[in-house]
C-alpha cells in the first residue's frame, strides 16, 4: 500500500491545494524570467503546506527541465559551482527549458557547506536561467544576503477548511467511512500542515475502511513563536512545567561573546530579557534578573569551552522566574529593542574610532592609549567644540569624522 | 623640537634646569648624565610628577637630535603582554646606539600593567644587553614590580609638587600663552589636579579655549562637565524605580561613548557612593558591583548582565 502523502502528491497545478495565487505569481516568474528585475525567487512559508510540490508542478506542467539542490546533499561552494555549471552546459536531451530549484535553503550548513551561500549570492547574480528557493525559516540570518536579492513570494498558512475539505475527499476515493468532527481533529492538530494531516489520516485509518476516533494521535507540536514561550513562561507558576514550556524554546547558542552583544536576537534569552521589568514588579526584579544573569553565565562558558551540558542549566536557570509570585501577565510582549547584531557593528565602530584617536596622540604626547581616553580627551573636547582645534587637527592628522567625533564627547 | 599644539607636551621641560620639583632626584640624575654613565632606574610615583619627563629629558641630554633612534619609548599598559619583551624590547636591545658609544636608552612606561610573566622576561634581557642598552622603568607603585627588576634599577620615588612649584609652572603658561589666571583659580586648580601637572595643565588649556581670562567658576565647570554624567542618572532613575527607561539609557549611553561592559561597572561602582541611600545599602550594591563584574567575564551578553545589577538599584529608594 502507498502512502497517502505520495499518492496524493500533485502531479498537476491544478492538483495543488489552497495556493492558487502563489501558483499564479510563481508560473508568471518563471515564463517571463528575462523581463525580471530580481533573478530569483524565494518561497517561503510553514513545513508541510506545499512549497515543493507548488514547485515540482509547475515544472511538471511547464515540461522544464530541473536540477534540485536540497539539504540531502554537500551544497558547498565547489559543488553547487560544479554542478550548476555542469546542468548549464548540457544540451537539454529534449531541448526543454531549464530551471534550478534550492530547497530547504536553511538546511545550508555554515561549515560543512562552507562558502554555499556565498556562491548562491553569485549564481544568482550571474544566472540566465529561472532559481526558484525555498525555505521554512525565512527570519533566518544566514541567508540574509540572498533574500535581498531574491523576489519573496508568500506561502499563506492552509485553513482548517480547506485541509478538512481536502481529507474528506481523500476519504471519498479511499471509500473509507469518516465522520467529519473527526477530520476536523486531525486539521486542527496539524495547525495548516496539510502533509502532517495526511500522515495522520493514514495512520489513524490503518489499513481499515473505516476512520475511528483520534484519541491517541499525537499532539503535533510545531516551532512554537518565542512570543509565546514568553506568554507562557510569565504565566506559569510551577517550576516543572516551565521546563516543559522551555523544551520547546529556541535557545539558541551560536556567535562568539563580545562587549554588547551579537546573538540571533529571536532566541529566548532576549525576548524575556526585553519583557521582565513588565512581567515583573518592581521588587522583585533583582531576584528575577539574578536567574537570568547566571543563565546568561552558562552560555558564555558554552560558548568558550564548547562545553555543552551546561546548556542543561543554561535552561534551567531560566525556569526560576516562574518561581516568582505575582507576576503581571497581562501586558503586550516586545521584540528585544537592543538589535544586538547591529548595536555591536555600531558600538565596534564607535570604540574604534576612539582608539584610533588615542593612537595618534599618545605616542606623541608620551602617555597611554588608556591614559589619553580618560584624561585628555574629555579636556580636548572643549577645544573643539569652541572651534580652535585647527592647529591640533593638522598636528596629529585627523580625519573630519575624528573630530566630530571629540567634539561629541 | 617643534611645539606642539597640545599644551602638556608645549610645556615639557626639555631641560634640567626647567623641570620643577623633585631636586634631589634632578641632582643625582644629571650628574649621572654629566658623566655620562647612567643605569638601570626604576622612577615611581604619582601620575603627572615628571617621570617620563625626566626620561625623555636624559635622551635629549645623552644624544642630542639622534635621541628618537636611540630611545624606545614602550607603555606597557597599551602592550603588557610577554612577547612584547621578547620581540620589541630584545630587537631594539640588541643593536648598539647610532652615532654614539653611550647604551641605548629604553623606556618602559606604566611598569606595573605588565604581568608578573613579562616582568620576569624582563630580567635576564636587562643584563644580557647591559653592553648596549639601559633601562628607564617607571610606574605608580613600585610594590607592582617584582622584587629581582626593583634589585636591577636605581629607585627614585617621586613626590607630589607643592604649591610654590605648581605655582610657578601655571605662571610660565599664562605669560606665554597671554593668557590671565584669576588668584581664586589657583587653588581650583591645585584642587581639581590633585597634585598633577599633566591634568592640570590640560584643564588650563581647555579653559583658555573658553576665555583669556581662567576663574574658579570657569575651572569647576569644565571640570564638572568633562566627568560623564549619564551613569548617575542612570543609577537615579533606577533608583526612581523607572527601570524600563534607566536601561534604554544605558544602552544608548554604550552605543555612543563606545563603552565595554566593564567601563560601566567601574563607573557604577564610583557613583555608589555618593548615591543618598543607607550605608548598608551601599555596601550591598559594591557587592553586587563584584558579583557582576565577575559574571560579566564568564557570560555571553554583558548587556543582560549591567541589566541585572541595575535591577538591584530599582526600589532601594
Same mark, same amino acid.
Given at each position: 500500500?502507498?502512502?497517502?502523502?505520495?499518492?496524493?502528491?500533485?502531479?498537476?497545478?491544478?492538483?495543488?491545494?489552497?495556493?492558487?495565487?502563489?501558483?499564479?505569481?510563481?508560473?508568471?516568474?518563471?515564463?517571463?524570467?528575462?523581463?525580471?528585475?530580481? @533573478?530569483?525567487?524565494?518561497?517561503?512559508?510553514?513545513?508541510?503546506?506545499?512549497?515543493?510540490?507548488?514547485?515540482?508542478?509547475?515544472?511538471?506542467?511547464?515540461?522544464?527541465?530541473?536540477?534540485?539542490?536540497?539539504?540531502?546533499? $554537500?551544497?558547498?561552494?565547489?559543488?553547487?559551482?560544479?554542478?550548476?555549471?555542469?546542468?548549464?552546459?548540457?544540451?537539454?536531451?529534449?531541448?526543454?527549458?531549464?530551471?534550478?530549484?534550492?530547497?530547504?535553503?536553511?538546511?545550508?550548513?555554515?561549515?560543512?557547506?562552507?562558502?554555499?551561500?556565498?556562491?548562491?549570492?553569485?549564481?544568482?547574480?550571474?544566472?540566465?536561467?529561472? $532559481?526558484?528557493?525555498?525555505?521554512?525559516?525565512?527570519?533566518?540570518?544566514?541567508?540574509?544576503?540572498?533574500?535581498?536579492?531574491?523576489?519573496?513570494?508568500?506561502?499563506?498558512?492552509?485553513?482548517?477548511?480547506?485541509?478538512?475539505?481536502?481529507?474528506?475527499?481523500?476519504?471519498?476515493?479511499?471509500?473509507?467511512?469518516?465522520?467529519?468532527?473527526?477530520? #476536523?481533529?486531525?486539521?486542527?492538530?496539524?495547525?495548516?500542515?496539510?502533509?502532517?494531516?495526511?500522515?495522520?489520516?493514514?495512520?489513524?485509518?490503518?489499513? @481499515?475502511?473505516?476512520?475511528?476516533?483520534?484519541?491517541? $494521535?499525537?499532539?503535533?507540536?510545531?516551532?512554537?513563536?518565542?512570543?509565546? $514561550?514568553?506568554?507562557?513562561?510569565?504565566? !506559569?507558576?510551577?517550576?516543572?512545567?516551565?521546563?516543559?514550556?522551555?523544551?520547546?524554546?529556541?535557545?539558541?547558542?551560536?556567535?562568539?561573546?563580545?562587549?554588547?552583544?551579537?546573538?540571533?536576537?529571536?532566541?529566548?534569552?532576549?525576548?524575556?530579557?526585553?519583557?521582565?521589568?513588565?512581567?515583573?514588579?518592581?521588587?522583585?526584579?533583582?531576584?528575577?534578573?539574578?536567574?537570568?544573569?547566571?543563565?546568561?553565565?552558562?552560555?558564555?562558558?558554552?560558548?568558550?569551552?564548547?562545553?555543552? *551540558?551546561?546548556?542543561?542549566?543554561?535552561?534551567?536557570?531560566?525556569?526560576?522566574?516562574?518561581?516568582?509570585?505575582?507576576?503581571?501577565?497581562?501586558?503586550?510582549?516586545?521584540?528585544? *529593542?537592543?538589535?544586538?547584531?547591529?548595536?555591536?557593528?555600531?558600538?565596534?565602530?564607535?570604540?574604534?574610532?576612539?582608539?584610533?584617536?588615542?593612537?595618534?596622540?599618545?605616542?606623541?604626547?608620551?602617555?597611554?592609549?588608556?591614559?589619553?581616553?580618560?584624561?585628555?580627551?574629555?579636556?580636548?573636547?572643549?577645544?573643539?567644540?569652541?572651534?580652535?582645534?585647527?592647529?591640533?587637527? #593638522? !598636528?596629529?592628522?585627523?580625519?573630519?569624522?575624528?573630530?566630530?567625533?571629540?567634539?561629541?564627547? | 623640537?617643534?611645539?606642539?599644539?597640545?599644551?602638556?607636551?608645549?610645556?615639557?621641560?626639555?631641560?634640567?634646569?626647567?623641570?620643577?620639583?623633585?631636586?634631589?632626584?634632578?641632582?643625582?640624575?644629571?650628574?649621572?648624565?654629566?658623566?655620562?654613565?647612567?643605569?638601570?632606574?626604576?622612577?615611581?610615583?604619582?601620575?603627572?610628577?615628571?617621570?617620563?619627563?625626566?626620561?625623555?629629558?636624559?635622551?635629549?641630554?645623552?644624544?642630542?637630535?639622534?635621541?628618537?633612534?636611540?630611545?624606545?619609548?614602550?607603555?606597557?599598559?597599551?602592550?603588557?603582554?610577554?612577547?612584547?619583551?621578547?620581540?620589541?624590547?630584545?630587537?631594539?636591545?640588541?643593536?648598539?646606539?647610532?652615532?654614539?658609544?653611550?647604551?641605548?636608552?629604553?623606556?618602559?612606561? !606604566?611598569?606595573?600593567?605588565?604581568?608578573?610573566?613579562?616582568?620576569?622576561?624582563?630580567?635576564?634581557?636587562?643584563?644580557?644587553?647591559?653592553?648596549?642598552?639601559?633601562?628607564?622603568?617607571?610606574?605608580?607603585?613600585?610594590?607592582?614590580?617584582?622584587?629581582?627588576?626593583?634589585?636591577?634599577?636605581?629607585?627614585?620615588?617621586?613626590?607630589?609638587?607643592?604649591?610654590?612649584?605648581?605655582? #610657578?609652572?601655571?605662571?610660565?603658561?599664562?605669560?606665554?600663552?597671554?593668557?590671565?589666571?584669576?588668584?581664586?583659580?589657583?587653588?581650583?586648580?591645585?584642587?581639581?589636579?590633585?597634585?598633577?601637572?599633566?591634568?592640570?595643565?590640560?584643564?588650563?588649556?581647555?579653559?583658555?579655549?573658553?576665555?583669556?581670562?581662567?576663574?574658579?567658576?570657569?575651572?569647576?565647570?569644565?571640570?564638572?562637565?568633562?566627568?560623564?554624567?549619564?551613569?548617575? #542618572?542612570?543609577?537615579?532613575?533606577?533608583?526612581?524605580?523607572?527601570?524600563?527607561?534607566?536601561?534604554?539609557?544605558?544602552?544608548?549611553?554604550?552605543?555612543?561613548?563606545?563603552?565595554?561592559?566593564?567601563?560601566?561597572?567601574?563607573?557604577?561602582?564610583?557613583?555608589?557612593?555618593?548615591?543618598?541611600?543607607?550605608?548598608?545599602?551601599?555596601?550591598?550594591?559594591?557587592?553586587?558591583?563584584?558579583?557582576?563584574?565577575?559574571?560579566?567575564?564568564?557570560?555571553?551578553?554583558?548587556?543582560?548582565?549591567?541589566?541585572?545589577?541595575?535591577?538591584?538599584?530599582?526600589?532601594?529608594?
Amino acid at each position: 500500500m502507498s502512502l497517502f502523502i505520495n499518492k496524493y502528491n500533485p502531479k498537476k497545478v491544478n492538483e495543488v491545494i489552497g495556493h492558487d495565487l502563489e501558483l499564479e505569481k510563481l508560473a508568471n516568474f518563471v515564463l517571463n524570467y528575462k523581463k525580471q528585475k530580481k @533573478k530569483a525567487i524565494l518561497i517561503h512559508g510553514r513545513s508541510g503546506i506545499g512549497k515543493t510540490c507548488s514547485a515540482y508542478a509547475l515544472v511538471n506542467e511547464l515540461n522544464f527541465e530541473i536540477l534540485d539542490l536540497n539539504a540531502s546533499e $554537500i551544497r558547498n561552494k565547489e559543488i553547487i559551482n560544479y554542478v550548476v555549471g555542469n546542468f548549464m552546459k548540457q544540451f537539454s536531451l529534449f531541448g526543454k527549458e531549464k530551471l534550478i530549484f534550492i530547497d530547504e535553503l536553511e538546511g545550508i550548513s555554515g561549515y560543512q557547506d562552507y562558502g554555499g551561500i556565498q556562491a548562491l549570492q553569485e549564481l544568482i547574480e550571474i544566472s540566465i536561467i529561472p $532559481i526558484i528557493l525555498a525555505t521554512n525559516d525565512i527570519g533566518n540570518e544566514k541567508f540574509e544576503s540572498i533574500k535581498k536579492k531574491c523576489e519573496l513570494l508568500e506561502f499563506k498558512n492552509l485553513d482548517k477548511d480547506i485541509l478538512v475539505r481536502h481529507l474528506e475527499n481523500i476519504c471519498k476515493k479511499e471509500k473509507i467511512s469518516y465522520k467529519k468532527n473527526v477530520l #476536523e481533529k486531525i486539521a486542527e492538530n496539524c495547525n495548516g500542515d496539510l502533509r502532517a494531516s495526511l500522515i495522520d489520516l493514514q495512520l489513524l485509518i490503518n489499513n @481499515k475502511k473505516e476512520l475511528v476516533d483520534t484519541d491517541f $494521535i499525537e499532539k503535533r507540536l510545531q516551532d512554537i513563536d518565542s512570543r509565546d $514561550i514568553v506568554a507562557q513562561l510569565f504565566k !506559569e507558576n510551577d517550576l516543572v512545567n516551565s521546563f516543559r514550556v522551555l523544551d520547546n524554546a529556541n535557545i539558541n547558542i551560536y556567535n562568539g561573546p563580545g562587549p554588547v552583544i551579537f546573538s540571533d536576537e529571536d532566541s529566548i534569552l532576549y525576548w524575556i530579557e526585553e519583557n521582565l521589568p513588565r512581567g515583573v514588579d518592581n521588587k522583585d526584579l533583582a531576584k528575577a534578573y539574578n536567574y537570568l544573569s547566571k543563565s546568561d553565565v552558562f552560555r558564555g562558558r558554552i560558548i568558550r569551552q564548547q562545553y555543552w *551540558r551546561f546548556l542543561v542549566y543554561q535552561k534551567l536557570l531560566i525556569g526560576g522566574i516562574s518561581t516568582i509570585k505575582n507576576k503581571n501577565i497581562d501586558f503586550e510582549h516586545k521584540k528585544t *529593542r537592543r538589535s544586538p547584531k547591529q548595536n555591536f557593528l555600531l558600538w565596534s565602530l564607535v570604540s574604534r574610532r576612539k582608539t584610533t584617536i588615542a593612537e595618534k596622540f599618545s605616542k606623541n604626547l608620551h602617555t597611554s592609549k588608556k591614559d589619553f581616553i580618560k584624561n585628555t580627551l574629555p579636556n580636548l573636547k572643549f577645544i573643539f567644540k569652541q572651534n580652535k582645534h585647527k592647529d591640533i587637527a #593638522e !598636528e596629529f592628522k585627523l580625519e573630519k569624522e575624528e573630530i566630530e567625533y571629540i567634539k561629541k564627547q | 623640537m617643534q611645539d606642539s599644539s597640545i599644551w602638556t607636551e608645549k610645556f615639557r621641560p626639555k631641560g634640567f634646569e626647567e623641570f620643577k620639583g623633585q631636586e634631589k632626584i634632578i641632582e643625582r640624575v644629571s650628574s649621572m648624565v654629566k658623566n655620562r654613565n647612567i643605569q638601570n632606574m626604576l622612577f615611581s610615583g604619582p601620575p603627572g610628577v615628571g617621570k617620563t619627563t625626566l626620561a625623555l629629558i636624559i635622551a635629549y641630554k645623552l644624544y642630542g637630535d639622534s635621541w628618537r633612534q636611540n630611545m624606545l619609548e614602550l607603555n606597557a599598559s597599551d602592550n603588557r603582554g610577554i612577547d612584547v619583551v621578547r620581540t620589541i624590547i630584545k630587537d631594539f636591545a640588541r643593536t648598539k646606539a647610532i652615532g654614539t658609544d653611550l647604551p641605548k636608552i629604553i623606556l618602559l612606561d !606604566e611598569c606595573d600593567a605588565l604581568t608578573s610573566e613579562a616582568q620576569h622576561a624582563l630580567r635576564r634581557t636587562m643584563e644580557d644587553f647591559s653592553n648596549t642598552s639601559r633601562f628607564i622603568l617607571s610606574c605608580n607603585y613600585s610594590s607592582k614590580i617584582i622584587e629581582p627588576i626593583q634589585s636591577r634599577c636605581a629607585v627614585f620615588r617621586f613626590k607630589l609638587l607643592n604649591k610654590k612649584e605648581l605655582e #610657578e609652572i601655571i605662571d610660565n603658561i599664562a605669560k606665554k600663552e597671554k593668557i590671565k589666571v584669576e588668584n581664586d583659580a589657583f587653588n581650583a586648580l591645585f584642587d581639581v589636579s590633585e597634585g598633577d601637572v599633566r591634568k592640570m595643565i590640560n584643564i588650563i588649556q581647555s579653559c583658555s579655549s573658553v576665555s583669556k581670562a581662567i576663574t574658579e567658576k570657569l575651572i569647576y565647570e569644565l571640570v564638572s562637565s568633562a566627568q560623564p554624567k549619564e551613569i548617575k #542618572e542612570i543609577l537615579d532613575t533606577s533608583l526612581k524605580g523607572e527601570f524600563i527607561k534607566a536601561r534604554e539609557r544605558l544602552l544608548e549611553t554604550m552605543l555612543k561613548h563606545g563603552l565595554s561592559g566593564l567601563d560601566i561597572i567601574k563607573q557604577i561602582q564610583k557613583e555608589v557612593w555618593n548615591l543618598k541611600i543607607s550605608d548598608e545599602n551601599k555596601i550591598k550594591l559594591i557587592d553586587k558591583c563584584g558579583e557582576i563584574e565577575f559574571r560579566l567575564v564568564e557570560g555571553s551578553d554583558e548587556f543582560i548582565q549591567l541589566e541585572a545589577l541595575l535591577a538591584n538599584f530599582v526600589g532601594l529608594r
